[in-house]
């Protein structure tokens, strides 16, 4: 088993909160297919637009050593939900 | 993370544009209303190509005021001699995919100016007999003659709004869009509500054509945010995956033009978050094929169908396009982060709408309501039916008790099993 030498280890947890989770996940599933709640439109997929004049500036700003697979609050990939300073100023 | 003021170059300092020139549009002079511009601050409006009169609309060959639209064949039929023409198709008339770029304020067509007036009710004139029609235009936009039996038609701006600059004909026939539901809730049966399932009956499906504005928008959009590239991997002595990485600060600047968003303009239903109506639905249905509208005639809406009447000014409406507007700039940089591999955490996002067009419209929806009592109150479901695509989308109210005990049962079914499991596991361990 892997597990801590003096503690609960990852596989005991995993066994434990397995039938839990697959109730939630079965009861969230039904929740998805018949209430559709995420359902909207998408202008992001479905509206045409031209691009111009785009300026990258990406700025090295150093080295670390982390423990998540992939960067805390990523969100590029889910452009309708809104970032942390949001705003729209008309001209 | 800088988020300070927003000033990308560009877009604030170009000159004003006057609009596109109308292609092949006439100026709307039947129109009923004057349409005073006088401040020179004021929105643009450019005027929508008339829609042929108010009161009774004559076929042009033989005077008969009985025109019905055939969306087999797209055409408006004279009922009396048969003689058959096409609407004018509002995009190209009026060049709306035209001078996105060039857009500088807010520029508006006719339908789309604020409402200045809530009521429902207009009277219109029959010039047939000379007598008097009160049209409730919250529920259609024609009526015929009650004494000589003239179809009478709206088919200009009005005060209230209820007349559109454009108008989307259906496509969707009532038999395809009662297929579509009842496929859709024919999977999902099993934890319907009770009620539900013994009232739901596909032939209760309405044809209602819905207040939108489509919105084109030039716009300047900045990006603030922190990306992350792996370097290498290593794993330590407790197992524990570690994770070398290069950090960095991303600020992307952009201009982008956008095409026809659409936007819902009736308060009703342009709240996709509300608590009482399954709004959302309605908007998974888009989109739809704008370039295709057509310059708006009541004749379009036939017996068949009801429309609803807008009740939003662009500037109730523009918070909702300007959260679209971010959406797409988002979007819109995806390609050029390709070599994050941990990903990207965006912080600041900032557009500034340079100019924005904006032209009311009416788009088809098939749709079925069906109210839930729940204890905070009732719920509408929607199931709707996109009536140019046949894109189907709905809610179906859940017997939670049901669902709950099915869900409580898998995690009893699966805990029985796996419990031993960690218990032995534990044992073992130690």
């Given at each position: 088993?892997s597990?801590h030498s003096n503690g609960v280890?990852f596989?005991?947890v995993?066994?434990f909160?397995?039938?839990?989770?697959s109730?939630?996940?079965?009861?969230?599933?039904?929740?998805?297919?018949?209430r559709?709640?995420?359902?909207?439109?998408?202008?992001?997929?479905?509206?045409?637009?031209?691009v111009?004049?785009?300026?990258?500036?990406d700025?090295f700003?150093?080295?670390?050593?982390?423990?998540?697979s992939?960067?805390?609050?990523?969100?590029?990939a889910?452009?309708?939900?809104?970032?942390?300073?949001?705003?729209?100023?008309?001209? | 993370?800088?988020t300070?003021?927003?000033l990308?170059?560009?877009?604030?300092?170009?000159p004003a544009?006057?609009?596109?020139?109308l292609?092949?549009?006439?100026?709307?002079?039947?129109?009923?209303?004057?349409?005073?511009?006088?401040?020179?601050?004021?929105?643009?409006?450019?005027?929508?190509?008339?829609?042929?009169?108010?009161?009774?609309?004559?076929c042009a060959?033989?005077?008969?005021?009985?025109?019905?639209?055939n969306?087999a064949?797209?055409?408006f039929v004279?009922?009396?001699?048969?003689n058959?023409?096409q609407?004018?198709?509002?995009?190209a008339?009026m060049?709306?995919?035209?001078?996105?770029?060039k857009l500088?304020?807010t520029v508006?067509?006719?339908a789309?100016?604020?409402?200045?007036?809530?009521?429902?009710?207009?009277?219109?004139?029959c010039?047939?007999?000379?007598?008097?029609?009160?049209?409730?235009?919250n529920?259609?936009l024609r009526?015929r003659c009650?004494?000589?039996?003239?179809?009478l038609s709206?088919n200009?701006?009005v005060p209230?709004g209820?007349?559109?600059d454009g108008i989307?004909?259906?496509?969707?026939?009532?038999?395809?869009?009662?297929a579509n539901?009842?496929a859709f809730?024919?999977?999902?049966?099993?934890?319907?509500?009770?009620?539900f399932?013994?009232?739901?009956?596909?032939?209760?499906v309405?044809?209602?054509?819905?207040p939108?504005?489509?919105?084109?928008?030039?716009?300047?959009?900045?990006?603030?945010?922190v990306g992350?590239?792996?370097?290498s991997?290593y794993?330590?002595?407790d197992?524990?995956?570690?994770?070398?990485?290069?950090?960095?600060?991303?600020?992307?600047?952009f201009?982008?033009?956008?095409?026809?968003?659409?936007?819902?303009?009736s308060f009703?239903?342009?709240?996709i978050?509300?608590?009482?109506?399954?709004?959302?639905?309605?908007?998974?249905i888009?989109?739809?094929?704008?370039?295709?509208?057509?310059?708006?005639n009541?004749?379009?809406?036939g017996?068949?169908?009801t429309?609803?009447?807008?009740?939003?000014?662009i500037s109730?409406?523009?918070?909702?396009?300007?959260?679209?507007?971010l959406?797409?700039?988002r979007?819109?940089?995806?390609?050029?982060l390709g070599?994050?591999?941990?990903?990207v955490?965006w912080?600041?996002?900032?557009?500034?709408?340079?100019g924005?067009r904006?032209?009311?419209?009416?788009?088809?929806?098939?749709?079925?309501?069906?109210?839930?009592?729940?204890?905070?109150?009732?719920?509408?479901?929607?199931?709707a039916?996109?009536?140019?695509?046949?894109?189907?989308?709905?809610s179906?109210?859940?017997?939670t008790g049901?669902?709950a005990?099915?869900?409580?049962s898998?995690?009893?079914?699966?805990?029985?099993v796996?419990?031993?499991?960690?218990?032995i596991?534990?044992?073992?361990?130690?």
């Amino acid at each position: 088993m892997s597990s801590h030498s003096n503690g609960v280890g990852f596989v005991e947890v995993a066994l434990f909160v397995a039938g839990p989770a697959s109730g939630i996940f079965v009861y969230q599933s039904i929740q998805a297919k018949y209430r559709n709640r995420k359902a909207r439109y998408m202008p992001e997929r479905d509206v045409s637009r031209a691009v111009t004049d785009m300026a990258i500036t990406d700025e090295f700003t150093g080295r670390a050593t982390v423990e998540n697979s992939s960067i805390a609050g990523r969100n590029e990939a889910t452009p309708a939900v809104r970032a942390k300073f949001s705003k729209v100023t008309k001209d | 993370m800088s988020t300070e003021e927003f000033l990308p170059t560009g877009g604030a300092s170009e000159p004003a544009q006057t609009p596109p020139p109308l292609a092949a549009a006439e100026p709307a002079a039947a129109s009923p209303l004057p349409l005073p511009v006088t401040d020179p601050n004021a929105p643009q409006i450019i005027a929508t190509p008339d829609g042929g009169g108010d009161g009774v609309n004559r076929c042009a060959r033989c005077g008969a005021s009985d025109v019905t639209y055939n969306a087999a064949t797209a055409m408006f039929v004279c009922g009396f001699c048969r003689n058959q023409w096409q609407a004018m198709a509002l995009d190209a008339a009026m060049g709306l995919s035209e001078g996105i770029d060039k857009l500088h304020g807010t520029v508006m067509t006719t339908a789309a100016v604020d409402i200045e007036d809530q009521g429902a009710l207009v009277t219109l004139h029959c010039d047939g007999c000379g007598s008097d029609v009160v049209i409730d235009t919250n529920q259609n936009l024609r009526a015929r003659c009650h004494w000589c039996k003239h179809e009478l038609s709206l088919n200009n701006r009005v005060p209230n709004g209820a007349v559109p600059d454009g108008i989307l004909p259906f496509t969707v026939t009532k038999e395809q869009a009662m297929a579509n539901i009842a496929a859709f809730v024919a999977e999902r049966k099993s934890f319907a509500k009770a009620e539900f399932s013994t009232s739901f009956r596909p032939e209760n499906v309405m044809g209602v054509y819905l207040p939108h504005m489509t919105v084109d928008g030039n716009i300047a959009a900045r990006l603030d945010g922190v990306g992350e590239i792996l370097e290498s991997t290593y794993t330590d002595s407790d197992n524990d995956t570690h994770y070398r990485i290069r950090k960095f600060s991303l600020m992307r600047t952009f201009k982008v033009a956008i095409d026809d968003v659409v936007v819902a303009s009736s308060f009703d239903k342009v709240n996709i978050r509300s608590e009482i109506s399954t709004n959302n639905i309605i908007n998974a249905i888009l989109p739809f094929d704008v370039k295709n509208i057509a310059r708006f005639n009541s004749n379009f809406l036939g017996d068949t169908y009801t429309s609803e009447r807008r009740d939003m000014d662009i500037s109730q409406a523009e918070s909702y396009a300007g959260d679209h507007f971010l959406t797409i700039a988002r979007a819109s940089v995806a390609p050029t982060l390709g070599d994050y591999d941990r990903g990207v955490r965006w912080e600041a996002e900032q557009v500034q709408i340079v100019g924005s067009r904006w032209t009311s419209v009416l788009l088809p929806v098939w749709l079925y309501g069906f109210v839930e009592q729940t204890k905070k109150g009732p719920v509408t479901h929607y199931m709707a039916v996109n009536g140019r695509s046949g894109a189907t989308m709905g809610s179906v109210p859940i017997n939670t008790g049901k669902a709950a005990m099915v869900s409580w049962s898998v995690a009893i079914a699966v805990s029985a099993v796996t419990w031993p499991l960690a218990i032995i596991a534990l044992i073992a361990s130690r």
